[in-house]
């Protein structure tokens, strides 16, 4: 398996150059275009790192996988969908176009953008510090590590400049879906995809998720089996934005992408894998991470289809 990661990652470093690094935010520009890493961390705890798997991002959207599973955890499923779709929107990952078309006014899916930041409202915590704790101590089991930080400049960077979610959290209140203060809620959306990590983390998250929500290191339950369900069917239509059916085809499995470069994939049972690769496609996905993805599934044959 070593072996065809290796020549997954040469392959598919030729690509980078047709991808750009994320810039809506000056601190996600200075990725570095080439870094192409990944790491496999299967259900019996067995881990493969190859190329640029030192890299350190920021996790952004791949958060969106944890605050789902806290917002579930904490009110429950009817609770979690009489807010948020279960939909693929077909739209971009930050649009807000059909947020005022749909008489419910409801997100389409909790991996968009709005989606999301009404999923980190549901979060138990009076305030976006309490709020955030809980997301980041659930990242920090599904990792098993302890030392995963916020990046600052990234947070900063995010706030500042983090107007068209700022429309898109006011929208939601003023249409009643978000009951929460919503700088707080803001906030603690903006810290989650700040959170500083290197592909092992994700893998781990990815494999606890594979194995069916029990973290594979200890045999302890993380997620509850409904909820780690409900999260790779959701992961599965909408983690690609709208770009979500053609990943479906030519990987076939459960995964999640974020701007900082990474993608998140779960191999049901089996295994999971996080590459990374800040060149981007356009739709905001990695674009060599994801050929890397369609290369693995073809050797490994892993797609659930
Ligand atoms: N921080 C980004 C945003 O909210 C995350 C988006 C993403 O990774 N697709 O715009």
């Not at 991002?57 to 948020?84: E, H, P, R, Y």
């Not at 603690?188 to 606890?208: L, N, Q």
């Amino acid at each position: 398996m070593q072996s065809i990661l290796k020549t997954a990652i040469e392959n598919s470093k030729k690509i980078t150059k047709n991808g750009k690094v994320a810039t809506y935010i000056p601190e996600l520009a200075k990725g570095d275009r080439d870094a192409l890493g990944a790491c496999i961390f299967d259900i019996s705890g067995n881990i493969i790192l190859e190329g640029d798997y030192q890299t350190k991002f920021t996790i952004q959207s791949v958060s969106k996988v944890v605050i789902l599973i806290c917002a579930l955890i904490d009110n429950g499923k009817d609770v979690v969908f009489s807010k948020v779709g279960k939909e693929p929107s077909a739209d971009p990952f930050n649009s807000l176009v059909k947020l005022e078309m749909k008489e419910t006014h409801k997100p389409s899916n909790p991996f968009i953008n709005a989606g999301a930041i009404v999923c980190t409202s549901l979060v138990e915590g009076d305030n976006g510090i309490e709020k955030f704790s809980k997301i980041h101590n659930m990242m920090k089991k599904l990792a098993n590590n302890n030392d995963i930080e916020v990046n600052y400049s990234v947070y900063n960077s995010e706030k500042l400049t983090g107007n068209t979610n700022r429309a898109i959290a006011y929208y939601l209140k003023g249409a009643g879906i978000i009951e929460k203060d919503v700088e707080d809620v803001l906030d603690a959306y903006f810290k989650c995809c700040s959170v500083e990590v290197v592909v092992e983390d994700i893998a781990r998250m990815a494999s606890v998720i594979a194995n069916n929500g029990v973290a594979p290191w200890s045999n302890d339950r993380i997620i509850p089996e409904y909820i780690n369900k409900i999260v790779k069917a959701i992961m599965m239509t909408c983690g690609l934005y709208d770009r979500s059916g053609e990943f479906c085809i030519e990987v076939g499995v459960p995964a999640k992408s974020g701007v900082g470069g990474c993608i998140m994939a779960v191999v049901p049972n089996r295994m999971g894998i996080a590459v990374v690769g800040p060149a981007l496609d356009k739709y905001g996905n990695s674009i060599a991470g994801t050929k890397v993805l369609e290369e693995l599934s073809k050797e490994l044959n892993l797609s659930i289809f």
